[in-house]
């Protein structure tokens, strides 16, 4: 019988299940990999929310918090990280995508890099953001930053690769993360940064995060560079994802 030969593309179901043993190998033979990953998934926020309620005790009283939402292995010093999944650099373990546990106006600044594409654009965006709103301080700044959908696809419509390859930072051979994967197609990068499987949930353009912040209450909606903050402590942009990221701030008003 000829083997099937899986396509490696982020997260690579093909090789997880292939190396799959014990009960997840069981699932797998009754369930495809593309089901089963969401649904454990969300099975583990499910306990997470079960667990948190205590969190917010730990931040009554508190006041001028920065923020970094959806934080991952990309915490900092000095800040409330934030993340479902615990790793050493997130100090607060809550699953954020409804509700957060801080007292209104305790927050300065919030910081959400690469997570905001992860929220479902009509269940956990709302919100997200109105938990956002009431947590900063008048005058605190959201800063988002997403993959530039609107950059992406400019350069899917240009000839050739040129401009997807400085897009995603792909090699000649179309391939990125030190050729570990590889694109043979310009739909497939498309695919990748707007889907990512089952974990982004919607594509991002100025105009539409500007409505967003707009119909959620930020006064005023800047579009950013790199770097470039109302607020010095929001210039923790990654240097690594400069080239197709799209950077907003919305600031509450006074």
């Not at 982020?10 to 797998?28: F, H, I, M, S």
């Not at 948190?52 to 990280?81: C, F, H, M, P």
């Amino acid at each position: 019988m000829k083997r099937i030969e899986h396509i490696m593309l982020p997260p690579r179901y093909g090789q997880r299940v292939e190396e799959a043993t014990g009960l997840k190998k069981l699932a797998y033979k009754f369930l495809p990999a593309h089901i089963l990953h969401p649904l454990w998934f969300e099975t583990r926020l499910l306990w997470r929310r079960v667990a948190q309620w205590r969190t917010e005790r730990n931040y009554r009283g508190a006041r001028n918090i920065l923020l970094n939402a959806g934080s991952g292995d990309k915490g900092r010093s000095g800040w409330v990280n934030m993340d479902a999944f615990p790793c050493e650099s997130v100090n607060c373990v809550y699953d954020c995508r409804k509700v957060f546990p801080f007292p209104d106006e305790a927050v300065r600044a919030i910081f959400c890099e690469h997570f905001f594409e992860h929220l479902d654009y009509t269940e956990e965006v709302p919100h997200f953001l109105s938990e956002c709103f009431r947590v900063l301080q008048p005058g605190g700044v959201l800063r988002i930053i997403v993959p530039d959908a609107g950059r992406y696809l400019h350069a899917y419509v240009e000839p050739g690769w040129l401009e997807l390859e400085r897009l995603r930072l792909l090699d000649a051979e179309h391939a990125e993360k030190g050729g570990e994967v590889r694109y043979h197609t310009k739909m497939e990068v498309i695919n990748e940064v707007f889907r990512q499987a089952y974990e982004h949930k919607y594509a991002y353009d100025h105009e539409t995060i500007e409505f967003l912040l707009k119909r959620y209450g930020f006064g005023q909606v800047i579009h950013q560079r790199f770097n470039q903050s109302l607020i010095p402590e929001l210039r923790l942009d990654q240097p690594e994802r400069a080239s197709e990221s799209l950077y907003i701030e919305g600031q509450k008003s006074d």
